[in-house]
């Protein structure tokens, strides 16, 4: 019917998006993280061989030290861009309160602490929902905040990111594929999502989920 078939075809894109994912995480890893580890030991080397008491080793080593910490620095930005491990851990609360600690929009979150749902149902809340702040990063304009509200309502779960910025004409402007991904993701899970946006009055996104979603 209609509807699995909207259900097959967001499975499809959300696959194709992961392996485009995944291709790029390599490539950054090849040419970021571990080209910056490689000179890393080939400079440790070097240093092994200097004089213990010369200057030229302390110099040396206090290189070494930033280096170590850029290296770490690119690792953890590579962690936040593929899953993060406190959704595995806690749930999606404990998950979104980081994740609006580090958003660029100020944000505050809503949801049941300990409150814990089956994997695809909190990958789904949880990434839609950074999705949509980042999309009022980019949108809502300067001083905007926003809100996360999360809870569960005659067997589903609900969440709603709600924006106080410019907001966004869709009707005038091409679809974001933040937006797309957002509806494949919720489209996964047979979800519903809406959105409510006027000119000058912010942006509303709203998505229900089936605690149980047919497979």
């Known amino acids: 019917d209609l509807l ?7 499975r499809a894109r959300i696959a194709a998006g992961a392996d485009n994912e995944r291709r790029r995480i390599e490539r ?3 040419e970021g993280a571990q080209q910056r580890l490689l000179s890393l030991r080939i400079r ?3 240093v092994a061989g200097l004089d213990p008491d010369a200057t030229a080793r302390t110099v040396a ?3 070494l030290a930033n280096e170590l910490d850029a290296a770490i620095a690119d690792v953890q930005s590579l962690a936040r861009g593929t899953y993060p491990y406190v959704l595995t851990e806690r749930g999606v609360a404990a998950a979104l309160a980081i994740a609006a600690a580090d958003a660029p929009v100020p944000t505050t979150v809503v949801a049941e602490k300990g409150r814990r749902y089956a994997a695809e149902i909190e990958n789904a809340v949880y990434f839609c929902c950074v999705e949509a702040m980042q999309n009022a990063a980019k949108h809502a304009g300067p001083g905007a905040t926003v ?3 999360v809870a569960e309502r005659d067997d589903s779960v609900r969440f709603d990111v709600h924006d106080d ?3 966004v004409d869709f009707g005038a402007v091409p679809v974001d594929a933040g937006l797309t991904n957002i509806r494949d993701r ?6 519903r999502v809406t959105i409510e946006c006027v000119p ?11 605690l149980d979603p047919t497979t």
């Open 186 to 191: 919720i489209a996964a899970v047979r979800g």
């Open 200 to 210: 000058g009055h912010g942006t509303r996104l709203s998505a229900t989920v089936p």
């Open 61 to 63: 080593l206090r290189g």
């Open 147 to 149: 809100h996360i509200t």
């Open 44 to 46: 440790l080397g070097l």
């Open 28 to 30: 950054d890893i090849h």
């Open 165 to 167: 910025g410019a907001g």
């Open 4 to 10: 699995l078939r909207e259900v097959l075809e967001s």
